[in-house]
């Protein structure tokens, strides 16, 4: 067997771990999204493949016998096309995906489908903490009436690409004290976020329960059709049983 992590998340991290000590022969990719990425601890290649067909090519040029699908849950672009490919090539897949978070006594939501679609619940002059990552800042490109606040990993390597908006650079976990703090300090209104599940993450949501800022989730865009686990303990017994 030889095995490709499809990494990205904490998740990854953990399964990576676990693999290079069981010494189980894999290879974790990365998209390449953060410059700095934690090491992985197993072979580790950078970028995409290439389309649908230079994934296939890869799985069968380097012996790919299964497919471990750890990314974010909304690289669901990279997600289907995996999916159905290994389908196609008779390769085994099991894609992490963690569970949804919920809604609690005193949270302030309101569910989205997309990100162009928050404009219409801000009203004028608030401020929006973009939780949701530099890839998809400019479909907040209707948001004008409000100050726009992305905080992402690493520092910005361009302008922000309207004139109502400024970067935050961090690095994650954060706790919720620093979350609080943070809203707090820059007068939140609104924060966005996309809906990724995991303990981690939620920090920022508690602090705006304790603050009574509203949140707009961004809902999961449409999961592949395949073989699921939601922890990294499934997924590491899904291996064992290849």
């Known amino acids: ?32 999204a953060t410059r700095a990425p934690k090491p992985m601890g197993l072979p580790t290649r950078v970028g995409g493949f290439g389309g649908d067909e230079g ?16 990314t974010h849950p909304y690289a669901h672009r990279i997600s289907n096309r995996s999916a159905e490919i290994c389908r196609d090539k008779s390769v085994d897949y099991c894609q ?19 990100e162009e679609d928050v404009a219409a619940l801000v009203p004028e002059g608030a401020v929006v903490f973009l939780a949701t990552g530099r ?35 961090g690095r994650p976990p954060f706790s919720v004290e620093e979350e609080r703090e943070l809203f707090q300090r820059l007068g939140v209104d609104w924060l ?9 993450a939620m920090s920022k949501l508690v602090a705006a329960r304790q603050l009574g800022v509203r949140v707009a989730m961004i809902v999961r865009p449409p999961q592949p059709e395949a073989l699921k686990v939601a922890s990294v303990a499934e997924a590491l017994a899904w291996v064992d049983g290849l």
């Open 192 to 200: 966005v976020v996309k809906n990724a599940g995991g303990a981690a």
């Open 135 to 169: 890839q998809t800042l400019e479909r907040f490109g209707n948001m004008g009436h409000a100050e726009l606040i992305c905080r992402q990993i690493d520092p910005p390597d361009r302008p922000f690409p309207f004139v109502n908006g400024r970067f935050l650079v």
């Open 96 to 114: 992490i995906l963690r569970p949804e978070w919920v809604p609690g006594p005193g949270d302030r939501w309101t569910e989205v489908q997309r």
């Open 1 to 32: 067997m030889k095995l490709l992590l499809l990494a990205g998340t904490g998740e990854a991290q953990e399964v990576a771990k676990a693999l290079a000590e069981k010494g189980i022969p894999a290879v974790a990719s990365l998209a390449g």
């Open 55 to 70: 994934f296939a090519r890869y799985l069968e040029a380097e012996g790919i016998t299964a497919v471990l699908d750890a």
